[in-house]
C-alpha cells in the first residue's frame, strides 16, 4: 500500500477516518482520544483539508483511497505547475519540462507517502508564484489558506519566500502583503486556537546551540538526494554557483547556498524551535528557476564549477557529480537529447533511496481489524478502551464511534498529561518520541483513566476478566476501575506528594487524590523492595532473547522493575519485559525521549518468568530493582458521579456526607468548565493533571463543559476576512481587467 508505517498508519489515515466518524466539521473536543481533548490538538493532521472533507461524503469508501489519491494529485500537479510556471517565464519549453522532472522526481516526495504534510504546500507554492508573474496577488489570498489548512507550521516559511520571490523579480512586497495578510485572516478559525493551544503545551526537542548554527554544514542535506530536504541532484548545486555569474541570478544564488550551508536559516524557517533542512524544501522552486536560467543561457563558467565541487564530500554527491559533468560536457556541445536523459538520473536516485518503503499490508489490515470492529460494535462499551495490540500503531484507531481511549499521538499533546503518563505513574515510553501516549497494561494507567475494555491477545491481566473474542483478539472487562468522574474526601497536598519517590507515589496517588491545598490525610506506601542488584551487566550483542525464572511469588501482585540504561552507540536501545517495551531515542534524534531511567509495572495474575528480549547494540545496565505490592492495595472505593443524558461534556448527580473533591480523569487544559447545581466552580488541577474542583456536602447536579479557546473569536474573524477577502478579490480583479480592456 502507497503508506508508510508509524506516522502514516497511526496518524494520517486513523485521524482522518476519526474526524470523519465525528460527523462534526468543527468540534471543541474529541471525546475518544486523550481522555478527552481539545480537538484542535489534531488540526495538523488535515482537519480542515480538501481530502478529508470530501470523505466525508463517501463514509463507505476506505480513507486511503482519499490520502492517497489526493497525495499523488498534489504530487502530480506540482509538477505540472512547475513546467507551466517556468515555461510562462520565458523558458524553451525543453528546459521547463527537464525542470519539472527533476521537481517531481526530487527525492522530497518520498514524504508524500510518510508525512505528508511535508511536501503538500508546495502546489500551492508554485501557484502563488505563477499569480505573482501574471500580476494577479489578489488571488494569492486563498493560496495562503490552503497552504495553512495543509501546513500550517511551513506556512510562515512559505510567506517569506513568496516575498523574497517577489522582491527579487519585481522589486515590491507591497501588494502581495495584503493578500496575504487576507489569506492568514481567512484561516484564521484553524491557526489561532490551535496557536493557542501549542503555546500552552511545550514539547521536548533537542537543544540547539546557537554557536552550532553559524558553523556551516557541507553535507547539503537541505538540497541533495536526501528526503528531508529539496532531495535534488547535485546538478541544482552546481546550479547555483553558475548562477553566480549572472546579474540576474547573483543575489538570489548566493543567498541560496547560504541558506544551504548555515543552519541559521533553517533555524529560523523552523521557528526557532530547530535547526532542521526539511523545511528548506521552500527553495526548490527558486533552485529550479536557477538551474532553467543557467541552462538557458548555456554559460558555463569553469571557476565556479570547480569551486561547486570543493564542497562536495558523500559517496552519493561525487557519484552524482560524475553524472553532471558528463551531462554538461554534452549538452554544451549541442547535443540536447542528453538534457531529456539526465531526466532519468532524479528518478534512479528517488527509486534507489526509498526501497521497501510501502505499507505492508498485513499490518495495515491488523490495525483495520474486522475482528475489531465487530467487538467494539457488539459490546456495550462502558467508559473507556485500551487495545495491546501493536500499541504503537493503533494508539490513535477507534473502530467505533461508542470506543473512547486514553492513547493519543500529536505533535501537540498536553503536556501535563504527558509528564503524569511517563514521569509520574511511570508507564513505558515504547517509542523514541514521547509524545505517543500508547496504552500499556500498567494497573494504575488502566485503572486511573477509568479503562473498563481491555483489547488483547492475552487474557492474563490482573481484575480483567474475558467477555468477547473473535479470531485471535480478546476484549476483557474490568468494572473496578475508577469512573471517570466521581467524589473523595480522601486527599494529599501536592507539597508532601512530591516528596515521594518512585516507586512510593505509585500506590499513594492512586489511594489518595493530589490537591493543590493542605490536608490531613496520610498514607504510608505498601511498596516492597524484594530485589537490588547493584552490579552492572554491559550488554554488547545482536537482537537476543532472555527467559529469566522468577522467585519471589507473583500472584495478585503488583510488579515493579526498573533500572539504568547507558547507551554507548547512536543507536536507540529497546527492551522488552513480558511483552511491555521501553526504548531509549538514539543520541541525536530530533525529538529525543530522554529515557534512561526503565521501568516496567507488570500486573499479570500470576508470572512464572521473564521473558525479556534485548535490542542489539552496546550498552549498560545498572541499578536494578524489583519492588513488589499485593493488587488488594488498589482496592480503593470512591463516590461515582451518577451519570446523565446530556450534550456537555459530561453531566451526573451524586450525594455526598462531607465535603471533598470532585475528581475527574479529563486531562486539565483551558476550556474546561465545571458547574454544580448550575453555579459555575474554580477549577483546579488535581492528580497533578486532570480537571477537578472542591465540592461541599449535600446532593448536586455536576455539569461539565468544555470549548476550544479561542475557536468563536478565530471563527468570527475568518468570516470577517471572508467578506472582505471577495471583496478584494472582486475588485482587483474588475481592476486588472479594465486595464487589460484599455491596453487591447
Known amino acids: 500500500m502507497y503508506g508508510s508505517k508509524l506516522d502514516w498508519l497511526s496518524q494520517h489515515i486513523s485521524l482522518a477516518d476519526y474526524f470523519r466518524q465525528t460527523q462534526q466539521l468543527l468540534s471543541d473536543s474529541f471525546a475518544n482520544l486523550q481522555g478527552q481533548t481539545n480537538a484542535f490538538s489534531f488540526s495538523y493532521y488535515g482537519l480542515l483539508r480538501p481530502d478529508v472533507l470530501v470523505s466525508y461524503l463517501f463514509p463507505n469508501i476506505p480513507i486511503h483511497f482519499f490520502i492517497i489519491g489526493y497525495a499523488t494529485l498534489l ?27 527533476c521537481c517531481i522526481c526530487a527525492n522530497c516526495f518520498f514524504q508524500s507517502h510518510q508525512q505528508i504534510m511535508f511536501i503538500e504546500i508546495l502546489p500551492f507554492l508554485f501557484l502563488s508564484f505563477i499569480l505573482i508573474d501574471k500580476n494577479k496577488r489578489q488571488w494569492i489570498s486563498l493560496c495562503v489558506v490552503m497552504a495553512l489548512f495543509h501546513n500550517y507550521f511551513y506556512t510562515p516559511g512559505m510567506i517569506l519566500i513568496l516575498l523574497l520571490y517577489d522582491y527579487d523579480q519585481n522589486h515590491m512586497i507591497k501588494d502581495i502583503l495584503i493578500s496575504i495578510l487576507i ?54 548545486w552546481i546550479a547555483l554557483f ?102 532519468l538520473v532524479p528518478m534512479i536516485v528517488f527509486t534507489g533511496f526509498n526501497y521497501n518503503q510501502c505499507l505492508d499490508l498485513k499490518l495495515y489490515n491488523s490495525m483495520y481489524s474486522k475482528d475489531k470492529q465487530k467487538l467494539m460494535q457488539r ?38 498529561y504527558n509528564t503524569f503518563i511517563y514521569d509520574i505513574i511511570k508507564s513505558p515510553i515504547s517509542q523514541s518520541n514521547r509524545t505517543i501516549i500508547t496504552d500499556s497494561e500498567n494497573y494504575l494507567y488502566l485503572s486511573m483513566m477509568g ?66 491545598g493542605e490536608t490531613s490525610n496520610d498514607y504510608a506506601s505498601k511498596m516492597k523492595l524484594i530485589k537490588n542488584l547493584d552490579q552492572s551487566i554491559v550488554i554488547q550483542n545482536k537482537r537476543k532473547k532472555k527467559t529469566i525464572p522468577i522467585d519471589f511469588d507473583t500472584k495478585n ?146 455539569t461539565i463543559q468544555f470549548h476550544a479557546p479561542f475557536k468563536n473569536t478565530g471563527l468570527g474573524i475568518s468570516v470577517l476576512f471572508i467578506i472582505m477577502g471577495g471583496f478584494w478579490i472582486w475588485k482587483k480583479s474588475k481592476n486588472l481587467l479594465v486595464m487589460e480592456l484599455w491596453e487591447l
Open 75 to 101: 504530487w502530480s500537479s506540482t509538477g505540472g505547475l512547475c513546467y507551466y510556471w517556468l515555461r510562462n517565464k520565458g523558458y524553451k519549453d525543453s528546459i521547463s519540462f527537464f525542470s519539472s522532472i
Open 183 to 236: 489569506g492568514i485572516g481567512m484561516a484564521t478559525i484553524l491557526w489561532l486556537p490551535t496557536g493557542y493551544l501549542i503555546l500552552n503545551n511545550h514539547k521536548s526537542v533537542v537543544q540547539t546551540n546557537l554557536f552550532d548554527l553559524l558553523i556551516p554544514n557541507f553535507t547539503l542535506k537541505g538540497l541533495v538526494y536526501d528526503s528531508y530536504g529539496c532531495g535534488l541532484t547535485v546538478i541544482s
Open 242 to 343: 553558475q548562477g553566480i555569474q549572472f546579474k540576474k541570478t547573483r543575489k538570489l544564488s548566493i543567498l541560496l547556498i547560504l541558506m544551504f550551508v548555515f543552519p541559521m536559516f533553517s533555524y529560523i524557517l523552523n521557528g526557532t524551535l530547530y535547526a532542521r533542512t526539511k523545511i528548506l524544501v521552500l527553495c526548490l522552486p527558486l533552485v529550479l528557476m536557477i538551474l532553467s536560467y543557467w541552462l538557458q543561457e548555456r554559460k558555463l563558467n569553469k571557476s565556479l564549477l570547480v569551486l561547486a565541487s570543493l564542497f562536495l564530500c558523500t559517496k552519493t554527491t561525487l557519484l552524482g557529480l560524475l553524472i553532471s559533468l558528463v551531462f554538461i560536457g554534452y549538452y554544451f556541445m549541442d547535443k540536447k537529447e542528453c538534457l531529456m536523459m539526465y531526466a
Open 379 to 416: 459490546n456495550d462499551l462502558n467508559q473507556r478502551t485500551a487495545d495491546l495490540d501493536q500499541v504503537g500503531y493503533s494508539v490513535n484507531r477507534i473502530y467505533d464511534p461508542k470506543e473512547m481511549k486514553a492513547s493519543s499521538y500529536t505533535s501537540t499533546s498536553n503536556s501535563l
Open 451 to 516: 479503562i473498563q475494555n481491555v483489547l488483547s491477545k492475552d487474557s492474563n491481566l490482573y481484575g480483567y476478566k474475558e467477555v468477547d473474542s473473535k479470531g485471535k483478539y480478546k476484549l476483557l472487562k474490568n468494572k473496578n476501575v475508577f469512573p471517570m468522574v466521581y467524589f473523595t474526601s480522601d486527599t494529599m497536598s501536592e507539597s508532601e506528594f512530591d516528596k515521594l519517590f518512585y516507586p512510593y507515589n505509585l500506590d499513594t496517588i492512586y489511594n489518595r487524590t493530589i490537591v493543590n
Open 557 to 702: 501482585k503488583l510488579i515493579c522493575i526498573d533500572f539504568d540504561v547507558k547507551n554507548y552507540t547512536d543507536k536507540k536501545i529497546s527492551i522488552s519485559i513480558n511483552g511491555m517495551k521501553n526504548t531509549l531515542s538514539k543520541k541525536h534524534s530530533v525529538y529525543p525521549n530522554g529515557n534512561k531511567h526503565f521501568t516496567y509495572i507488570l500486573s499479570k495474575k500470576e508470572l512464572k518468568q521473564f521473558d525479556v528480549t534485548l535490542s542489539k547494540g552496546k550498552y549498560k545496565i545498572s541499578n536494578i530493582r524489583v519492588y513488589t505490592c499485593d493488587m488488594n492495595v488498589f482496592d480503593r472505593v470512591v463516590t461515582k458521579v451518577k451519570p446523565l443524558k446530556t450534550t456537555s461534556i459530561f453531566k451526573g448527580k451524586v450525594t455526598t456526607s462531607k465535603d471533598g473533591y470532585l475528581v475527574t480523569s479529563y486531562p486539565y487544559e483551558k476550556g474546561y468548565e465545571i458547574y454544580i447545581d448550575g453555579k459555575k466552580q474554580n477549577i483546579e488541577i488535581v492528580n497533578k493533571a486532570f480537571v477537578g474542583c472542591q465540592i461541599k456536602k449535600g446532593s448536586h447536579t455536576i
